[in-house]
């Protein structure tokens, strides 16, 4: 009998890594739920197994704004042999907030530390295994420099600061394809989905709810270019809806992949 494969999702409790993780948890994985908030996250696995009372799937607690819960999660790994990693977890903050190490919230939790739980995690994924990550359309509006930490709490804009973090981890994820050729790594955009995200703590939310909402997306199918970034053998690929290309030149040769690499080690050893 196989030996049933192990995934990581982040940010399972709710929307696409909820849905994720029962596709997957149905499809024969175990899941592993790494959830800010474990009570929601149980409530995600016990309608799981009563969909798929055989579904092997747990639940960890991970705060992506803590290097310290980073590493305690990575730490309750050892020994584990993790096939696949997929980067679901994300932010977009409603006003500026600065995290315990100083770093502006989006940016802390998007990028430095989903990279940082990625770096812990690959040396556990074996050869063939995969990675994905999460990015934006919002990408393609972006601006970013070496100086983003520089920003100040005046220039915040929800979204400017939200696709900032997301240009970052688009970056990263190019390099981590070059320096992990034995993994399949790429990104996934899952378009507008009816989740929290959409979200703007803005006096027209409840117009958007009403008139927005029921036209975009749901969870399952912004889940399902990740379940096929998941599936796919290869690097450096862009998936949204259901097909995929790869990532485009401007961002995979920008010097800033390497320059982005460089500073971003100073952050993971913190």
């Not at 969870?219 to 485009?248: C, D, M, T, W």
Request: charged letters at 20%.
């Amino acid at each position: 009998m196989p030996q049933m494969k192990n995934i990581i999702i982040t940010g399972a409790s709710g929307s696409i890594g909820a849905a994720a993780s029962c596709v997957l948890a149905q499809q024969g994985w175990h899941v592993i739920m790494a959830c800010r908030d474990v009570n929601k996250g149980e409530k995600v696995k016990a309608e799981i197994l009563c969909k798929c009372p055989t579904a092997s799937v747990e639940v960890r607690e991970l705060e992506m704004s803590s290097p310290e819960s980073i590493r305690d999660f990575a730490e309750g790994l050892k020994g584990t042999t993790v096939n696949a990693l997929f980067n679901n977890a994300g932010i977009k903050a409603h006003k500026y907030v600065e995290t315990a190490q100083g770093i502006e919230q989006n940016m802390a939790v998007n990028y430095i530390g989903a990279a940082m739980l990625t770096e812990l995690i690959v040396p556990l994924i074996p050869a063939g295994g995969s990675v994905v990550n999460m990015v934006s359309l919002t990408v393609r509006f972006a601006k970013l420099d070496m100086n983003w930490r520089e920003r100040k709490p005046e220039e915040f804009s929800q979204l400017g600061f939200y696709s900032t973090s997301k240009l970052a981890f688009l970056y990263y994820s190019i390099g981590l394809a070059r320096r992990c050729p034995h993994l399949s790594v790429n990104v996934s955009d899952p378009g507008i989905v009816n989740s929290n995200m959409i979200t703007m703590g803005h006096w027209y939310d409840p117009l958007a709810d009403i008139f927005f909402r029921p036209f975009i997306k749901t969870p399952e199918q912004g889940a399902e270019p990740s379940l096929n970034a998941l599936n796919y053998v290869g690097s450096l690929q862009y998936f949204v809806g259901r097909k995929h290309s790869p990532i485009a030149g401007k961002y995979v040769e920008s010097p800033l992949v390497e320059q982005l690499w460089q500073q971003l080690g100073s952050y993971l050893r913190t």
